[in-house]
């Protein structure tokens, strides 16, 4: 904890006084989970509304939210009185969940601008007839999604494919919000890399 930050004492001491964000950021430092509680209904609105000006929907921004939330918890130790208010903190904090949330969201949509890019290169290099630019490129992204392992295959599945929130998500199979987060990071990396070899291959065969 930082040498700055009163003690967990110091704040049960005040009893009947609200305590200010940057002591409530020093006791989530110590885990109390009271504190956090009591950050996240001090500034829900204004997270929400930072959030909500990047991300769009209301389902992302609740999202995003508890990705920022998870974030605030996890990196409290990082922060310090000596580099400015609490606020400024979180807020920060917040808007590079929504991008990072927002970046996610687009990863789909880039693969299949991708495979379709890259599969009209392949026909053209190819000299494929007419009748072949009809090809379903949706299923070519669908054949590699079934390469993933289950577990992975199954919340890109109804992310994407379904059009469910992460949170809905982990409702609909009963998992936590952060286990369904990294199932669908990880399985979208690995798409993302059969996406970069097939057009390596198709390069190949053009050459």
């Not at 609200?18 to 500034?43: K, T």
């Not at 026909?123 to 299923?139: F, H, I, K, R």
């Not at 379904?162 to 990294?182: C, D, F, N, W, Y």
Request: include cysteine.
């Amino acid at each position: 904890m930082n040498t700055t930050c009163p003690s967990s004492a110091a704040l049960e001491s005040s009893a009947g006084l609200m305590p200010s964000d940057e002591e409530l950021l020093c006791a989530i430092q110590e885990r109390d989970e009271l504190a956090m509680q009591v950050l996240l209904r001090r500034h829900q609105t204004l997270l929400k509304s930072v959030i909500s000006r990047i991300v769009g929907s209301d389902a992302a921004t609740d999202d995003a939210l508890q990705d920022t939330l998870l974030d605030i918890w996890r990196s409290s130790h990082h922060y310090s009185m000596n580099k400015g208010k609490a606020v400024a903190w979180i807020t920060t904090l917040a808007k590079r969940r929504a991008i990072d949330y927002v970046r996610r969201t687009a990863t789909y949509n880039s693969l299949k601008d991708r495979a379709k890019v890259e599969t009209k290169i392949h026909l053209t290099a190819s000299n494929v007839g007419s009748d072949c630019e009809d090809v379903d490129l949706s299923q070519a992204l669908q054949q590699n999604i079934r390469l993933l392992p289950a577990a992975q295959q199954e919340v890109i599945h109804l992310a994407f494919l379904q059009g469910m929130s992460q949170r809905e998500v982990a409702a609909a199979i009963h998992l936590p919000l952060g286990t369904v987060k990294t199932r669908i990071e990880l399985g979208l990396k690995k798409l993302r890399s059969a996406f970069r070899t097939r057009h390596a291959m198709h390069t190949l065969q053009a050459a």
